[in-house]
């Protein structure tokens, strides 16, 4: 399978946009975008987000590690491409809070879930890191962030006639 292909083909699934935030164990806030999200069971409360084996931030999602998974809402774009990018500190200019476990929470998000990681596992060129979630919250009048083929897509309201 050609891969360039195969990632053209998968782009063809629209995703919400996430971005996973820590801190390192030297305090380091870390963070970065990701649209490889699901969730994995109710009972426990577990999920998944993937993570490309050449991220500079995998390094910190270790076993009972805390971490956030900041699902975007559409007015969040800027903080989708902020954390897309390598930057020495990609919080300059973002607009956050830390939670009581010292994890960096992006403000006005449609979701956010706080997790500890309960596993990583090797998943070709990428890991796989399931999150035993701890809280969540959500803002229902928001709208989210997709991405589609390639790019970030606008959800249209249909026109009443």
């Not at 083909?9 to 030297?26: E, M, N, Q, R, Y």
């Not at 992006?106 to 979630?133: F, S």
């Amino acid at each position: 399978m050609d891969p360039r292909e195969f990632r053209n083909t998968l782009g063809h699934f629209a995703t919400g946009v996430t971005v996973i935030t820590a801190t390192s164990d030297k305090g380091e806030q870390i963070g970065l975008t990701a649209n490889a999200f699901s969730s994995v069971s109710l009972e426990p409360p577990l999920v998944l987000v993937c993570i490309d084996k050449k991220s500079s931030s995998l390094q910190t999602l270790k076993k009972d590690i805390p971490f956030a998974i900041n699902i975007l809402q559409k007015e969040q774009e800027e903080d989708c491409w902020r954390f897309a990018k390598r930057a020495d500190d990609k919080f300059a200019g973002a607009s956050y809070t830390v939670s009581e476990d010292g994890v960096p929470l992006l403000n006005g998000n449609l979701a956010t879930i706080e997790c500890n990681v309960a596993e990583v596992i090797e998943g070709g060129d990428h890991y796989i890191v399931t999150g035993h979630v701890k809280n969540a919250a959500y803002d229902d009048s928001a709208e989210p962030l997709l991405f589609f083929r390639g790019k970030i897509e606008q959800i249209m309201e249909a026109e009443m006639a």
